[in-house]
């Protein structure tokens, strides 16, 4: 790379993305810098997303399985500051973990708010003033912000988003949530843990249509028990705040219902958080909703510019976005590297927990590819029993025909660690005879591989294989069942066994 550039790679952001890229060409020998517009590192994922969201969900559980306060075995609800406390604990660990990742990679760590001058040029503002740096290829790794709420700027009290939740000084009695996406669907399960009554409302009808229709109806029946309505396919008209006496929200539904809450949780999605890097001045095209397009390197429709991470869009998860990064730093440096392809793992840190790799049996069946299920219960093992969690459900989709394995699905316990093995499995081409051949450790959640593929073994020991048809047989058409015209079952009236019932 040409002495006439600061850097060989400058990455603007410091999320999973931003850190994989930088570090993979540090490892390739090349000059890079991060800048980072906070004064510690690690992205959304670190500060208001990911690491945030799962650390206060695992100590609302902790909080409330804890022995019981009293005689009459009643539980006090969790304190806010005491959640938010563990989750800054957190935070602070895990910036700590990268800030020494990229100090061991020699990467330059530049702090201050980044704009495009040019193709090639960014400035940086922080308190000190605006440093212009060059480099000869910029990587856009600056993640998303949670979308406005249709009312205007969130307060961050009465009207909020899930960028705002650790601002939240107590824990409301009522919580309103719209939104019934991922992050919605988490925040109104893990609030209902903690003993906030909470709505849900989303236009749409089913609720994770991307999930198995399965196990979305166990998350929901979960929830249920937990207090949480559900408001489907309705949409919010009207919202109403109330300062005097007590602050409450009041949504108006499009349908006429009226919903009463502490305060609002908007979660209706993210926006990429491009508008001050002014990527116009670098001629970067963004599409209406402004992601970056990017082809199979990650490039923009600049040469040497390159976009990774929610940024471009779907999937938009961290681990996806930490291998995009990383591939984006090979291939703008002339170095292979294989795809990561479109099997990967998703995770759901609901309570319970969802996890999934693989085709779903609504995939399958608008597909047409006949394929067998195996299904296993948490409360058929004994490691399910020693954790208490007789509500698990784990099943995995077999081919009918090769008995390779589609498609795995959890809903329980450690569910996002116990899809991995599943993950492998479809990867290398397994299938059932991997599973009823393997031992697994006992006493483990992972035995509910062996009992589901024993659950599909037997079924499939009642599916016929496919039929053997001679050449005679093949040139001859195929009759199909016809549909008669009448459709009651029983004889028309006049007809001999009419008669004949009648006679006797």
Do not use: W
């Not at 060409?25 to 590192?41: G, M, P, Q, W």
């Not at 995770?347 to 693989?358: K, R």
């Amino acid at each position: 790379m040409s002495d006439t550039h600061d850097f060989d790679l400058l990455v603007i952001g410091s999320g999973p993305a931003g850190q994989s890229a930088a570090i993979q060409a540090s490892k390739l020998h090349k000059r890079v810098a991060l800048i980072e517009k906070r004064r510690r590192v690690g992205g959304v994922c670190t500060f208001t997303g990911t690491i945030p969201s799962k650390t206060l969900r695992e100590a609302i559980i902790s909080s409330v399985s804890g022995e019981r306060d009293n005689e009459y075995g009643i539980r006090k609800r969790p304190e806010m500051p005491d959640l938010i406390a563990r989750v800054n604990e957190v935070i602070a660990s895990e910036t700590r973990v990268v800030r020494n990742s990229l100090a061991r990679n020699d990467i330059t760590v530049l702090e201050g708010e980044a704009s495009f001058v040019d193709s090639q040029r960014v400035a940086i503002t922080n308190d000190a003033g605006t440093r212009t740096v060059t480099a000869g290829n910029i990587m856009v790794a600056c993640g998303t912000n949670a979308a406005a709420p249709p009312t205007g700027p969130s307060d961050g009290r009465l009207i909020m988003t899930s960028d705002d939740v650790l601002k939240m000084e107590k824990l409301p009695s009522n919580l309103a949530v719209v939104g019934g996406g991922v992050i919605g669907v988490e925040y109104a399960s893990i609030f209902a843990t903690a003993g906030v009554q909470v709505t849900l409302v989303d236009r749409r009808d089913q609720l994770l249509d991307f999930v198995d229709h399965e196990i979305v109806d166990e998350l929901m029946h979960q929830m249920r028990k937990k207090d949480v309505t559900f408001r489907l396919g309705e949409a919010v008209a009207r919202v109403e705040i109330f300062e005097e006496g007590r602050p409450e929200v009041e949504l108006e539904l499009e349908s006429g219902k009226r919903i009463i809450a502490d305060c609002v949780l908007f979660s209706i999605g993210r926006a990429p958080a491009t508008a001050p890097l002014h990527l116009g001045s670098a001629g970067v095209e963004t599409d209406d909703r402004g992601r970056i397009p990017v082809d199979e390197a990650f490039r923009t429709n600049v040469p040497d510019i390159y976009a990774a991470g929610d940024v471009v869009g779907f999937p938009a998860l961290a681990a996806t976005s930490s291998e995009q990064g990383r591939i984006a730093a090979c291939r703008m440096f002339g170095y292979e590297a294989e795809n990561f392809g479109t099997l990967y793992p998703y995770g759901i840190y609901a309570v319970p927990e969802i996890s999934m790799c693989g085709a779903t049996e609504e995939q399958l069946t608008r597909d047409r590819i006949p394929y067998e299920v195996g299904v296993a219960r948490y409360r058929e093992t004994a490691r399910g029993q020693i954790l208490g969690d007789d509500t698990g459900t784990f099943k995995m989709l077999f081919h009918r025909e090769s008995h390779d394995l589609l498609g795995v699905h959890c809903i329980g316990t450690n569910a996002t660690e116990l899809v991995h093995i599943g993950q492998a499995v479809i990867s290398l081409g397994g299938g059932l005879d991997f599973f009823m051949n393997s031992v697994f450790n006992y006493p483990t959640l992972a035995e509910v591989y062996k009992i589901a593929a024993h659950n599909a073994a037997n079924r499939l020991r009642h599916v016929r294989g496919p039929r053997q048809r001679d050449q005679e047989q093949e040139d001859q058409p195929v009759l199909s069942a016809e549909v008669p015209e009448r459709d009651d079952p029983r004889p028309p009236a006049g007809s001999r066994t009419t008669e004949r019932t009648d006679e006797a």
